[in-house]
């Protein structure tokens, strides 16, 4: 008797990147240092998140991760994506899975890094934000 063979699929990890004004942007941590090093040039520290100024720059970054097991899936509509949440409610939680971050009069509006990160901050209380995108 044959022994069956089963194809193994390998999982791919998905990377969601946005248009946030002029420039291209990713938030994720990499376990693998060699995969961070590649692209550490395009890191600010400042936001904690990487970004790219040109189409050139996103796709060499796009092709290094593909080739590494990830695959980006490039956002330019944020709608969907952006949560708000009181100015008095406690938002440490929502803003370290953010990529970017604006206040209002009234609110704190986040820019979360992918729809399961939208999700956990609706868990937490934010909501969908339906107004003029801050950023």
């Not at 938002?91 to 370290?96: E, I, M, R, T």
Request: a negative charge; glycine letters at 6%.
């Amino acid at each position: 008797m044959k022994p069956e063979i089963i194809d193994v699929i390998e999982r791919r990890v998905k990377i969601t990147v946005f248009r946030v004004g002029r420039i291209w942007t990713f938030k994720h941590f990499f376990g693998d240092k060699e995969i961070f090093k590649e692209l550490a040039d395009h890191y600010s520290r400042d936001n904690f998140r990487f970004e790219f100024l040109t189409e050139h720059e996103r796709d060499e970054a796009f092709r290094k991760l593909a080739g590494r097991g990830f695959d980006c899936h490039l956002v330019e509509d944020l709608a969907g994506y952006v949560v708000s949440l009181d100015k008095s409610s406690k938002y440490a939680p929502v803003l370290k899975n953010s990529i970017e971050y604006a206040e209002t009069q009234n609110e704190r509006v986040f820019l979360m890094k992918d729809k399961v990160s939208v999700e956990e901050a609706l868990e937490f209380g934010a909501e969908i934000y339906d107004g003029i995108i801050p950023f």
